[in-house]
């Protein structure tokens, strides 16, 4: 293989954190103000879904850290359950578990750059963007790592400017931290589970190390502290960010809003100085879609050296970039650009990967008593409370979306259902 053939721990905890910091955070706080009218509420929102991404982060890095190889849940659950099940996480990441996001991402970068480019319609700048950074990735592993930390450096400088632009902004005679006495209803009731799984949308990529173990420079050390890091790190500048953004602007201009952070930085900054921060927004939104296009293709990869059916996949140029996987992951992501809206498809997707990372968090639980002679380079802090906080809160709040949700839930759940189904046809025809 030409070229790095392991990336460093740098490069993971930045891979990491540019899949969790993208489109959520600029364009989510919307539509939680619009269902919920407290801040009270909706910060507790952020700070418990950084809770839970942690909890989930630290399971990850035990079962990361045993098995040291590309794929996260398609190799987890492959190893704890059985082949069908991981088999069937790994097609959710195959089919959309990257491309849907991506999409969405791509949806929102097209509406930064639209704004400050408002004579280029959004989705020509989407279209645009998204084939620039499919064709680099389609180098090597080094153009990768480099791109993707030039522009995470981008990514964090924006996040800081605008934490600290925003705080001399925030009107203190307004600010309403302290909850109400309605406030306590709010928290079981369905629209608070709505506005959480646009929280664990926008936290989604706390496992993203995960997917490319195997490319990674002493794993048993440097996955966990990736995942771990990477994780904590946004967590804390979700929560600075979103009080900024909930405390600077009335919350009436960005109820329903996808393009917060343009919304609010106009406030900070003046019309010229939002098309600005418009535009870096939007150049930070590159970097989300440049991690998904690096880890969703592995996925693809690990399932193409374990099914004879799917072999295609596994193909690697000489630089040893999985480039049919990428190809594939590109295909469908631009199928869902073109038919779908942001909002249906962060519910879709991400009912559907929650309900592939509870298994998978689960899993910690049943490697300790299956196998407990397994050497465990490191282990779950907290354990049980750690893995069993994640199972308990991501399962209720999945069960509230698919009340409230039932059609975009159910397309999740036909998305296995069809995995199953390729399962057992590849399993036939490599049998004749």
């Avoid at 480019?117 to 153009?143: D, G, N």
Wanted: glycine share 8%; charged share 10%.
């Amino acid at each position: 293989m030409i070229g790095l053939k392991k990336i460093s721990a740098l490069t993971a905890i930045s891979i990491v954190i540019a899949n969790m910091i993208g489109t959520g955070v600029f364009t989510t706080l919307g539509f939680q103000v619009k269902e919920i009218g407290s801040p009270f509420v909706i910060l507790c929102i952020w700070i418990l879904g950084g809770i839970v991404a942690l909890s989930g982060a630290l399971s990850y890095a035990e079962l990361g850290a045993i098995f040291q190889r590309s794929g996260g849940e398609y190799l987890f659950l492959s190893k704890i359950y059985h082949p069908m099940v991981g088999f069937l996480a790994g097609w959710l990441s195959v089919t959309v578990g990257f491309a849907a996001p991506s999409a969405a991402t791509a949806m929102a970068l097209g509406k930064y750059f639209h704004y400050v480019f408002p004579m280029i319609p959004p989705l020509w700048i989407s279209c645009c963007v998204s084939v620039l950074v499919y064709a680099l990735h389609l180098r090597s592993l080094r153009w990768e790592s480099i791109f993707q930390n030039i522009f995470i450096l981008v990514e964090i400088f924006l996040i800081l400017f605008f934490i600290v632009s925003g705080i001399e902004h925030v009107e203190r005679p307004k600010l309403d931290f302290l909850p109400k006495p309605e406030d306590l209803a709010v928290f079981f009731s369905p629209p608070f589970a709505l506005c959480f799984i646009y929280t664990m949308y926008s936290y989604s990529g706390w496992n993203a190390a995960a997917y490319i173990a195997g490319e990674i420079e002493n794993p048993k050390k440097n996955i966990p502290l990736a995942l771990i890091l990477g994780t904590t790190i946004v967590v804390i500048i979700y929560t600075f960010l979103n009080a900024v953004f909930i405390f600077s602007v009335p919350r009436d201009q960005i109820s329903g809003q996808i393009e917060v952070g343009a919304i609010v930085a106009r406030k900070i900054f003046g019309e010229w100085g939002s098309r600005f921060a418009g535009f870096l927004i939007g150049v930070s939104l590159i970097s989300s879609l440049s991690a998904m296009a690096w880890t969703g293709p592995r996925v693809a990869a690990a399932i193409g050296e374990d099914y004879p059916f799917f072999r295609i996949l596994s193909k690697r140029s000489k630089e040893g970039v999985p480039y049919v996987g990428l190809l594939l992951q590109a295909l469908i992501m631009f199928c869902l650009l073109f038919s779908s809206s942001f909002a249906k498809i962060i519910t879709y997707v991400e009912f559907a990967l929650g309900l592939s990372t509870v298994v998978t968090v689960l899993g910690v639980i049943i490697l300790r008593w299956k196998a407990p002679e397994l050497k465990r380079f490191y282990s779950t802090w907290g354990y049980p409370l750690t893995p069993l906080l994640y199972v308990i809160i991501e399962s209720i709040i999945l069960l509230q979306v698919f009340r409230q949700r039932p059609v975009e839930s159910l397309l999740g759940l036909s998305t296995f259902l069809l995995g199953a189904i390729v399962y057992f046809f590849s399993k036939k025809a490599c049998s004749k």
